[in-house]
Each structure stands twice: as structure tokens, then as C-alpha cells.
T-cell receptor, first 113, second 109 residues
């Protein structure tokens, strides 16, 4: 399996809801990433996990909470989001955090109402 | 920190022509430069990359060149086809990927 998968594909949530985004890879990669992408803009790094430990948090608001239950899975828990958080959320993985080739999942299109 | 600038922001070419997208970076410690292609509504896809110990790399119709002295690198697409139409992002890397702002390439049939 050479793909990164993400669920759900689309998500609409209210500002008081709690939801989670899921990411999975079976390439044996030990680094996983969350990015946020607005329309016509480059991906912005949010979090990096290396060997299941959080290694980078790009000063992301606490309403986004990442979790790495095991080496294949990455979650992003969402709570009390704002409309400006609406974006495409991309997961990526690489062999490890020093191996720069990152492979992206298809993303979750999030709309906050 | 690293800063990557990408030009042009939009590029329109006729099918069969060549397309060139240029990026400059600020941090001389950057040692890995990938190019991603993102079609509308799809994931960024790694199409080619180059490391700082190499000056040029080619893969069929695409090539990347790197000038470390001038701190710039370029993507060259030859014999463009309509399916090459997409947004292209360059990136530098000093521990994390730093993306350029993207180039929207339109290939007209």
C-alpha cells in the first residue's frame, strides 16, 4: 500500500461541535504531518509527529488537538472551531522526519458554519 | 527562517510549448527541493525533487535545475499537454518543508 488515506472527505460542523479527522498510512513511515490549506494557497504546516511523538507544533490554537495512537494512524480532534478554520486539511507522511519526501493524503474539506 | 519565493504566479502556454517555473530560497542550509503538482480538488503530488549535491535531474518531460550559488531552482516542463494544467508548488527544506506561493499553469489545447 503506497497511499495515505484520510476520512472523512468532507465535513460540515457547527462552532460548538466536536469532530475528528483521521489519517492512515501503511508504508511503514515514522513521521506524519498535518497541514492546513486555503484555496489557491500553499499548505501550511500545523503539526509533526516523529515516532509517535509530537515534535513540531506550529503555534496552532488549542481548538486543534492532534493525536498519534500508533505508527500508522494520525488524528486531528476539532472543538469550538471558527468559520475561518474552514479549509482543506491534509495529512502527509515520510519515512522519518529527516527523510524529506512527503506524501500527501487526499485531504478533508472542512466547513465550519 | 527559510523563505521561498515562486514566479510566476500564473502561466499560460500553448500545448506543445515548454513551461518554466522559478523559485528562490533564502537559507543556504536548505538541501532538498521538491516540486508538487496539485490538480483542482486533489492532493499535492510529488512530481520531482532535487538534493543540494545535484545540479540537474530529469524525469521524462520534466526536469529540475538547481543553482546553489544563486539560491534558485527551476522546474522545466517540455512538450506540455492539457493534463499538465494544475497548480505547482516548489519547496525548500530546513527541517520542515517551506512552500512557495504556487504557480497556476494553464496549457491551452
Amino acid at each position: 500500500d503506497t497511499e495515505v488515506t484520510q476520512t472523512p472527505k468532507h465535513l460540515v460542523m457547527g462552532m460548538t461541535n466536536k469532530k475528528s479527522l483521521k489519517c492512515e498510512q501503511h508504508m511503514g513511515h515514522r513521521a506524519m504531518y498535518w497541514y492546513k490549506q486555503k484555496a489557491k494557497k500553499p499548505p501550511e504546516l500545523m503539526f509533526v509527529y516523529s515516532y509517535e511523538k509530537l515534535s513540531i507544533n506550529e503555534s496552532v490554537p488549542s481548538r486543534f488537538s492532534p493525536e498519534c495512537p500508533n505508527s500508522s494512524l494520525l488524528n486531528l480532534h476539532l472543538h469550538a472551531l471558527q468559520p475561518e478554520d474552514s479549509a482543506l486539511y491534509l495529512c502527509a507522511s515520510s519515512q522519518d522526519s529527516t527523510s524529506y519526501e512527503q506524501y500527501f493524503g487526499p485531504g478533508t474539506r472542512l466547513t465550519v458554519t | 527562517g527559510e523563505n521561498v519565493e515562486q514566479h510566476p504566479s500564473t502561466l499560460s502556454v500553448q500545448e506543445g510549448d515548454s513551461a518554466v517555473i522559478k523559485c528562490t530560497y533564502s537559507d543556504s542550509a536548505s538541501n532538498y527541493f521538491p516540486w508538487y503538482k496539485q490538480e483542482l480538488g486533489k492532493r499535492p503530488q510529488l512530481i520531482i525533487d532535487i538534493r543540494s549535491n545535484v545540479g540537474e535531474k530529469k524525469d521524462q518531460r520534466i526536469a529540475v535545475t538547481l543553482n546553489k550559488t544563486a539560491k534558485h531552482f527551476s522546474l522545466h516542463i517540455t512538450e506540455t499537454q492539457p493534463e499538465d494544467s494544475a497548480v505547482y508548488f516548489c519547496a525548500g527544506n530546513t527541517g520542515k518543508l517551506i512552500f512557495g506561493q504556487g504557480t497556476t499553469l494553464q496549457v491551452k489545447p
